[in-house]
């Protein structure tokens, strides 16, 4: 039986980098949210034994270091299920582009190797199975706008927000995590004896504790006040909370940290934030570690227009939203 499913994407609503842990990790908070751009997963059960990947991009592994093989390795043991796996990968998004892609890939080959075998893992089971595999991949196994701590993999779902309009620029740039991580090491970390290199930033654990408090102040509809929660005073200043939940987020003043070490050695990141905003934006971010950015439209005129404008300046850009959690698993 042959198996085929919709693999969508995530953006990064605010991302805060901590200090590096003993395992060689950070720890991370941010909000996750998925979105509506998707590639396509399909899965098949056949005869024999092993697991075979094939992709329609030549940038996807084909091997043991596919997240999707690793995922289908682990969940045929923990099914007791015999087979060759046939898993195909039909890529829309950018590979390296912060948008989860080679994670939600993942995640939708084990749904769709379920459905092939007509077996199912205990939902704490597949959680486990996808931690172990990433960061990110049990996100993807939540689905709507979700809160990401730890090093990224212990997810919570928070309240979802109506479906948001935006846009998703996609500059032909590829970013590694790992030296996005290892960038953002050498611009905290100072060798003793040494003046530290930057100033402004504040400690790691520091950074944590603003987005906890952040994010606590966000879902009491509390404002802040100097980084800190000033009960009673409505962040939505008496407007419905379901409208208006996304937009009290970003005036939180949330942040990517990556974008203080991706964009001085990708300048033209930066630039392709800023036509996002000029484009009519009332928020635009880098995604993870990049290098896909996203801004957040009023209406789906305002993200369509937006991004005519940005293919036309040559920066590859589509108009989409976001998806609730039930949107999310309707899909499915």
Not at 42 to 55: F, K, L
Not at 120 to 127: S, V
Not at 194 to 220: C, E, G, M
Request: aromatic share 6%.
């Amino acid at each position: 039986m042959s198996v085929t499913v919709h693999s969508y994407a995530k953006i990064n609503l605010g991302l805060y980098i901590g200090p590096r842990r003993a395992d060689g990790f950070h720890d991370l908070r941010t909000v996750y949210q998925t979105i509506a751009l998707h590639d396509i997963v399909r899965v098949e059960v056949v005869r024999g034994t092993g697991i075979e990947i094939r992709s329609n991009d030549q940038r996807v592994p084909l091997n043991a270091t596919n997240t999707c093989y690793r995922i289908a390795e682990r969940a045929m043991e923990a099914l007791k299920a015999r087979g060759k796996v046939i898993i195909e990968i039909e890529k829309r998004l950018p590979v390296q582009g912060g948008l989860g892609g080679a994670s939600g890939n993942a995640v939708a080959a084990l749904l769709a190797l379920e459905r092939a075998l007509k077996k199912q893992l205990p939902g704490a089971e597949k959680l486990r199975i996808a931690a172990e595999v990433g960061s990110d991949l049990p996100l993807f196994l939540v689905g709507g706008t979700s809160l990401g701590v730890g090093r990224g993999e212990e997810v919570y779902p928070l309240p979802d927000f109506s479906s948001v309009q935006c846009v998703i620029a996609t500059p032909q740039i590829g970013v590694s995590t790992p030296k996005a991580f290892a960038d953002w090491d050498a611009l905290v970390e100072t060798p003793k004896g040494r003046t530290p290199k930057k100033l402004t930033l504040s400690d790691p654990s520091d950074r944590i504790n603003t987005f906890s408090r952040v994010i606590s102040a966000w879902l009491s509809g509390s404002q802040l006040k100097n980084g800190k929660a000033v009960s009673g005073v409505p962040v939505s200043n008496g407007r419905g909370r379901a409208e208006t939940l996304l937009l009290d987020l970003v005036r939180t003043g949330i942040e990517n940290d990556f974008e203080q070490v991706v964009f001085p050695q990708y300048p033209a990141l930066r630039e392709v934030k800023s036509a996002i905003k000029k484009s009519g934006a009332y928020y635009a971010s880098l995604s993870g570690s990049g290098s896909a950015l996203y801004g957040l439209f009023t209406t789906r005129k305002a993200a369509e227009k937006a991004a005519v404008r940005l293919n036309k300046s040559g920066v590859p850009a589509v108009a989409t939203s976001t998806l609730t959690r039930q949107q999310y698993w309707k899909r499915f």
